[in-house]
């Protein structure tokens, strides 16, 4: 196809102008694809953390937690093995939630979570490096939260020595047996995991906890364990995780409209790039199109040759765009990284498909006004141009 | 025995407006051209001739009159019909060459193939070298327009409009961009052409030089046809 060659050859790659205009599609497609995978790896790991902390249940709290969760232990340990009674609970995992400092990290605060250790396969993010405690001998040990490990440069075998409170002279001494991978969530990877009893001595908070989770054994539970749970602790505050994971996923929505809103921004100043672009090249061919209509190509064959321009650009910069948009949210991964903030990526194919999808439809429907111009422009008004 | 004309021109008008003022361009023109036949206008600048040309290959609507091509009133067809019509049965030379500088010589004439859906595109591209080695430009096939002689540029055009082999081809001053030599030249194809294919051609020229190469002279001035001659060869 002779007109399809002619619509290839004008676009240029020398011209500024076909740079600008593929550049404009490319920053569009570039951002929707950061942004989302981003986006979508936060979702990710804000779900799979939710989920391993709060699988399928229930989540008892006191009342009263206007200081937060870092008040130290107001429900005692034994209401674990009560709530163990209840039929359908498969899993009750009693947590204390206290600060702890460093010397290296000075003031930098971080959770210490105790839980007991037979219950750590199941609720904590899988070890990346070194192994989890031995259940029947968790001495000693810890496992780090990925970002707190780099921040204490440690690795499995090493020592590391826990401030109850910034200016203490003594701390709890402790060997790392395993750092965990990441949770995307700042609080869980900046934390350090002991067995409770250790906790609950370092802190002197015997025999007392923070929350305690309950997970069930199957989401037909749900209505009798939470009736259970009421009976028993009507001062107690008890937060369903299906609602938990619903209020996230209505912030997650939030989120991707936020997204998808300001990646549709950078498309559209592309689509009016791709617009300014196959117009001047109408204006520039004036005489071609009138030279076509005289040799008998109709308004048909006028329009798709100015639309296939607009297609390829929209095509070439919605390509770019997807290779350097990869290429951005991985420098932003190690950029963050470098700061100790651990920045979850996900490439869907969805996000590659919508990129260029939307690439293609701006750059067509920005093309259509132009083409239409010089498809129905007068050949004899066209011919004069020569 | 009777001849079908390939254009036969009726009781043709055409005026414009300008300033409120009615020009009439043509008046009455009246006259046939036959398969052929290698008919010559002649007319001083200003005379009509260019705005016939336009008329005749539907570019532009005339005021009163018909147009028949093939036998085809063109004053009734639609702008679809119009294109269809140049592209089934007219071919153009312009004085500026017209070509497509972004397409080579071969292209420029695939092009016009391409527009009637002639040939399979490999047979195609062997139709359009075959048309180039008639008018000896084999040579300058994979060159760029810009990198044509005028004489090369205006043979490539000639090519371009026997390409699609139509009924008729309008030449609007075809050499009066061109020197001497290159004129003698381009003319002498296009009497080959018309000679050697039986190809018809209507050419429009205020160059008294060109025409004689004509069959037949038509005169046009003040917007009207004077007289017509006819040249035995």
Request: hydrophobic share 45%.
């Amino acid at each position: 196809m002779v007109l399809l060659r002619m619509a290839l050859r004008d676009l240029n790659p020398a011209h500024t102008r076909t740079l600008l205009t593929i550049l404009g599609i490319a920053i569009g497609a570039a951002s929707i694809i950061s942004l989302f995978s981003v986006g979508y790896g936060m979702e990710n790991s804000v779900r799979e953390a939710l989920n391993n902390l709060v699988n399928m249940g229930f989540i008892l709290l006191p009342q009263n937690i206007g200081g937060g969760l870092l008040n130290g232990g107001s429900i005692p340990v034994r209401e674990a093995d009560r709530i163990r009674g209840i039929e359908g609970v498969d899993l009750v995992t009693p947590t204390l939630i206290e600060l702890g400092f460093t010397e290296k990290t000075g003031d930098n605060a971080f959770l210490v979570v105790g839980i007991p250790p037979e219950n750590a396969e199941e609720a904590l993010p899988g070890v990346r490096n070194g192994a989890m405690w031995n259940p029947g001998e968790p001495g000693h040990t810890c496992l780090l939260g990925c970002t707190l490990a780099k921040m204490l440069e440690a690795h499995p075998g090493d020592k590391v020595e826990i401030l109850a409170r910034l200016y203490d002279d003594k701390g709890l001494k402790l060997t790392v047996s395993g750092v965990l991978g990441s949770t995307g969530v700042f609080l869980q990877d900046q934390a350090v995991y002991i067995p409770l009893e250790l906790c609950q001595r370092f802190y002197g908070e015997d025999e007392m906890v923070t929350v305690i989770f309950v997970k069930l054994e199957d989401r037909s539970y749900t209505d009798t364990v939470k009736g259970r749970l009421l009976e028993m602790y009507p001062n107690y505050m008890i937060v369903e995780n299906d609602e938990v994971i619903s209020n996230v996923d209505n912030i997650l929505s939030i989120v991707e409209a936020v997204l998808v809103g300001i990646g549709g921004i950078s498309m559209v100043i592309g689509g009016l790039s791709v617009m300014n672009s196959v117009m001047m090249s109408v204006n520039e061919k004036t005489a071609e199109i009138g030279i076509l209509k005289t040799i008998g190509y109709g308004e048909r064959s006028i329009l798709t040759l100015f639309l296939i321009e607009g297609l390829l650009y929209s095509l070439i910069g919605g390509l770019t765009g997807i290779a350097v948009g990869i290429v951005l949210s991985k420098l932003l991964y190690k950029m963050l990284l470098t700061r100790n903030f651990i920045l979850p990526l996900t490439y869907k194919p969805k996000i590659f498909i919508l990129s260029l999808t939307l690439s293609l439809l701006v750059g067509v429907a920005s093309s259509v006004y132009p083409s239409l111009k010089a498809a129905r422009m007068r050949v004899l008004e066209a011919i004069r141009h020569v | 025995m009777y001849r079908k004309p390939v254009l036969k021109v009726r009781n043709l008008y055409k005026a414009y407006k300008n300033g409120g003022r009615t020009h009439l361009i043509l008046r009455n023109v009246n006259f046939e051209v036959y398969p052929g036949e290698f008919v010559a206008i002649l007319g001083r600048s200003g005379s009509g001739k260019s705005t016939l040309l336009n008329l005749i290959a539907g570019l532009d609507r005339p005021s009163y009159g018909h147009i028949y091509v093939d036998g085809v009133d063109t004053v009734y067809l639609s702008e679809t019909e119009l294109t269809r019509l140049r592209r089934e049965k007219i071919g153009f030379i312009f004085q500026d060459y017209n070509l497509i500088g972004s397409l080579t010589v071969l292209e420029n004439v695939i092009l016009a193939m391409e527009a009637k859906k002639m040939y399979s595109p490999s047979q195609r591209r062997k139709a359009a070298l075959e048309i180039l080695s008639r008018v000896e430009l084999l040579h300058v096939a994979e060159k760029y327009p810009s990198e044509l002689s005028g004489g090369e540029k205006q043979r490539a055009a000639v090519a371009r409009a026997i390409a699609k082999k139509p009924s008729i081809i309008l030449a609007d001053e075809p050499t009066g961009a061109l020197d001497t030599k290159t004129k003698n030249q381009v003319m002498n194809l296009m009497e080959k052409l018309n000679k050697e294919y039986n190809t018809t051609f209507l050419i429009v020229t205020h160059d008294p030089e060109i025409a004689k190469t004509s069959t037949r002279q038509l005169y046009i001035k003040d917007g009207e046809i004077l007289q017509a001659t006819t040249i035995t060869p």
